[in-house]
């Protein structure tokens, strides 16, 4: 198993892979659909570009251009928070704050 912090979050993003992906998701009792990836690619991708988590905001956007999903969509896909759901299942290290750039 890949090194977590306390929290649950990889200490290394650069371990993540998409079967990790599953087994957090599985964690967070999430059954990943195509639009979680529609957000996880984002995040890595954006991650990946300029090693920094995207703030949630800019995911919204991101499935709202390719699924057509509202606003809030982001919140039913993770129920428990963007951070704490999201940002753990796509392999982010735990954003230092909320709004993370």
């Not at 090194?3 to 992906?21: F, M, N």
């Amino acid at each position: 198993m890949v090194k977590r912090d306390p929290e649950g979050y990889l200490i290394e993003p650069e371990d993540w892979t998409d079967k990790l992906a599953h087994e957090l998701a599985a964690e967070e009792e999430i059954v990943l659909t195509d639009e979680h990836w529609v957000v996880i690619k984002f995040m890595r991708d954006h991650y990946k570009d300029n090693q920094v988590t995207p703030d949630v905001r800019h995911a919204m956007k991101q499935l709202k251009e390719e699924c057509g999903a509202g606003r809030n969509r982001i919140f039913e896909l993770f129920p428990y928070g963007y951070v704490q759901q999201a940002c753990k299942i796509a392999g982010m290290k735990r954003p230092r704050t909320w709004s993370t750039g």
